[in-house]
């Protein structure tokens, strides 16, 4: 399994990015599909996910901002993310899981300056 994730950058706080995260095969395979961010000094953190089923979840730093999606028929998960403020600057990762298995994507940087 491959993750490549891209559409990271250098943002002014307010803007908007939307990160893709391609997978190698099918999506539908994954029980679970989202994003993780690493700040500098921090734990690595969930931003948002997305369940098999349709379901999703987000960080409450990010509710109102950020909308996770997918497109099956691409094989790619998006997360779209307005309203950008300096402390989401951060390494994103996709991540996936099949049962007890997790993958993870090679990070894409976010930068957001005041």
């Known amino acids: 399994v491959q993750l490549q994730a891209s559409g990271g950058g250098l943002v002014q706080a307010g803007g908007s990015l939307r990160l893709s995260c391609a997978a190698s095969?099918?999506?539908?395979?994954?029980?679970?599909m989202g994003w993780y961010r690493q700040s500098p000094g921090k734990q690595r953190e969930l931003v948002a996910r997305?369940?098999?089923?349709?379901?999703?979840n987000y960080a409450d730093s990010v509710k109102g901002r950020f909308t996770i999606s997918s497109d099956n028929a691409k094989n790619t998960v998006y997360l779209q993310m307005n309203s950008l403020r300096p402390d989401d600057t951060g390494v994103y990762y996709c991540?996936?899981?099949?049962?007890?298995?997790?993958?993870w994507g090679q990070g894409t940087q976010v930068t957001v300056s005041s």
């Open positions: 991540a996936a899981v099949r049962t007890v298995s997790w993958y």
């Open positions: 095969g099918s999506i539908f395979s994954f029980d679970v």
């Open positions: 997305i369940v098999s089923g349709g379901g999703s």
